[in-house]
């Protein structure tokens, strides 16, 4: 008997109620523009930040239209100019890269380890090469932040995070996105919560964030913001800033609201299944399971695996079986890009040296979204599946 799973991997759970309720109301309202405001009225963008700066810790918060845009807003309020060296993750998603792209900046990549974070030997190497970080969480894995950030700190490098995969996570008890200058989230649909397109910024800088409200596109509106630096700190920018729309709207916002409300909660649940996949992995010949450490508080809402120096045929193989069964896995490293990218060299717009050491990674990661519609005993069964393909195929392999 072979068993084949039945859900979907790209089917997340619905809008909670309270959250469709609260989207009604505004479009009710007709005023979705965030700086479309009745008399006395906050606005359910403002009211959003001032709730994900207290979540995060940060002085202040900016909601904006997507992950990549916080990202480039977060380079252009740093004054990142045209031609300058931004260092990143060569393991990372396509936003990334794209983001310094977008400010024309030039991204200068920095390898992969075996636990899928960034290379601090190969970040120590290159430090002199830029004074910016654009620092990938890619798919939740934490690097030891406290090397990173001292590596950061003797070079004078300004690091900014992000954190698409690592809203809700925390190394050593410190939120992610908060150990550098700026963090950076998305709530694309497929992240920790999900209002179609969407993203935030935070900072306790007054300058950085005065700047960050007046490039989203703020007009001098500034004061409706949830959470604005003083007055004054304006007046040194609010002529020199040039606006580059890119505002989250009220009919996002009430979405998202009550989602983070139940962010912690959510993130408890995305852990109790990448524990019994993980649990259901362990142990599979010539698989190798990316262990995480005590200090990083991470969120399983993907799980990744290697299997290291198999041929490009083999690992094909695997994919194709698990397939068959209902198990949909994404070959990070696969030769061609299909669906989305995640490696340096996809980027030709940004030429990079070779990178023998991590090709050899990269070329090794398999990945697998998580959703919260998969119950535990889903999680099981798909575990069971992996390890059965992997092993039929490993077996092949010995035979031959
Ligand atoms: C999703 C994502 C982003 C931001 O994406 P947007 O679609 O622009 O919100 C950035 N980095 C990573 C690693 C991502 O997965």
Same mark, same amino acid.
């Given at each position: 008997?072979?068993?084949? *799973?039945?859900?979907?991997?790209?089917?997340?759970?619905?809008?909670?109620?309270?959250?469709?309720?609260?989207?009604?109301?505004?479009?009710?309202?007709?005023?979705?523009?965030?700086?479309?405001?009745?008399?006395?009225?906050?606005?359910?963008?403002?009211?959003?930040?001032?709730?994900?700066?207290?979540?995060?810790?940060?002085?202040?918060?900016?909601?904006?239209?997507?992950?990549?845009?916080? &990202?480039?807003?977060?380079?252009?309020?740093?004054?990142?100019?045209?031609?300058?060296?931004?260092?990143?993750?060569?393991?990372?998603?396509?936003?990334?890269?794209?983001?310094?792209?977008?400010?024309?900046?030039?991204?200068?990549?920095?390898?992969?380890?075996?636990? =899928? /974070?960034?290379?601090? #030997?190969?970040?120590?190497?290159? @430090? #002199?090469?830029?004074?910016?970080?654009?620092?990938?969480?890619?798919?939740?894995?934490?690097?030891?932040?406290?090397?990173?950030?001292?590596?950061?700190?003797?070079?004078?490098?300004?690091?900014?995070?992000?954190?698409?995969?690592? &809203?809700? @996570?925390?190394?050593?008890?410190?939120?992610?996105?908060? #150990?550098?200058?700026?963090?950076?989230?998305?709530?694309?649909?497929?992240?920790?919560?999900?209002?179609?397109?969407?993203?935030?910024?935070? /900072?306790?800088?007054?300058?950085? &964030?005065?700047?960050?409200?007046?490039?989203?596109?703020?007009?001098?509106?500034?004061?409706?913001?949830?959470?604005?630096? %003083?007055?004054?700190?304006?007046?040194?920018?609010?002529?020199? /800033?040039?606006?580059?729309?890119?505002?989250?709207?009220?009919?996002?916002?009430?979405?998202?609201? %009550?989602? =983070?409300?139940?962010?912690?909660? $959510?993130?408890?649940?995305?852990?109790?299944?990448?524990?019994?996949?993980? #649990?259901?992995?362990?142990?599979? %010949?010539?698989?190798?399971?990316?262990?995480?450490?005590?200090?990083?508080? *991470?969120?399983?809402?993907?799980? $990744?695996?290697?299997?290291?120096?198999?041929?490009?045929?083999? /690992?094909?193989?695997?994919?194709?079986?698990?397939?068959?069964?209902?198990?949909?896995?994404?070959?990070?490293?696969?030769?061609?890009?299909?669906? *989305?990218?995640?490696?340096?060299?996809?980027?030709?717009?940004?030429?990079?040296?070779?990178?023998?050491?991590?090709?050899?990674?990269?070329?090794?990661?398999?990945?697998?979204?998580?959703? =919260?519609? *998969?119950?535990?005993?889903?999680?099981?069964?798909?575990?069971?599946?992996?390890?059965?393909?992997?092993?039929?195929?490993?077996?092949?392999?010995?035979?031959?």
């Amino acid at each position: 008997m072979t068993e084949v *799973f039945k859900g979907s991997f790209t089917q997340q759970e619905p809008i909670p109620e309270d959250g469709i309720a609260a989207a009604l109301d505004v479009m009710r309202s007709g005023r979705l523009h965030r700086y479309n405001l009745a008399p006395g009225e906050l606005g359910e963008v403002a009211l959003l930040e001032r709730e994900f700066a207290a979540y995060t810790g940060a002085r202040y918060a900016l909601a904006v239209a997507s992950g990549g845009y916080a &990202m480039a807003t977060a380079l252009r309020a740093i004054g990142v100019r045209p031609g300058d060296k931004v260092l990143t993750n060569a393991f990372t998603l396509a936003p990334v890269p794209g983001a310094i792209a977008s400010v024309n900046a030039v991204p200068v990549f920095v390898g992969v380890t075996e636990d =899928l /974070t960034i290379d601090l #030997d190969d970040l120590e190497a290159k @430090a #002199d090469q830029s004074s910016v970080l654009m620092l990938s969480h890619m798919r939740g894995h934490l690097a030891d932040m406290d090397r990173l950030l001292q590596i950061c700190k003797a070079a004078d490098i300004t690091v900014i995070e992000d954190c698409a995969h690592t &809203m809700g @996570a925390a190394w050593k008890g410190r939120a992610s996105g908060r #150990d550098g200058l700026i963090g950076c989230y998305s709530m694309q649909t497929y992240k920790h919560i999900n209002s179609g397109e969407g993203g935030l910024l935070v /900072t306790d800088d007054d300058e950085v &964030m005065a700047r960050a409200i007046m490039l989203s596109g703020s007009y001098m509106l500034y004061g409706r913001n949830g959470t604005p630096p %003083p007055d004054e700190v304006f007046e040194r920018v609010k002529y020199e /800033t040039p606006n580059v729309s890119g505002r989250m709207d009220n009919l996002r916002a009430a979405i998202l609201r %009550p989602q =983070l409300a139940r962010l912690d909660a $959510q993130c408890a649940a995305w852990n109790e299944r990448y524990r019994v996949v993980e #649990d259901g992995l362990r142990g599979t %010949p010539g698989l190798q399971i990316v262990e995480r450490t005590p200090e990083e508080r *991470f969120v399983g809402s993907s799980i $990744q695996f290697l299997l290291l120096d198999w041929s490009d045929a083999a /690992t094909d193989e695997v994919l194709d079986r698990c397939l068959k069964r209902g198990v949909e896995l994404k070959w990070f490293g696969g030769a061609t890009p299909t669906g *989305f990218t995640s490696r340096y060299d996809s980027w030709r717009y940004a030429p990079s040296e070779r990178m023998p050491a991590t090709d050899r990674i990269l070329k090794g990661i398999i990945d697998m979204r998580l959703p =919260l519609t *998969f119950s535990l005993d889903d999680c099981a069964q798909i575990a069971r599946i992996i390890r059965a393909e992997v092993n039929t195929v490993w077996q092949q392999k010995a035979a031959h």
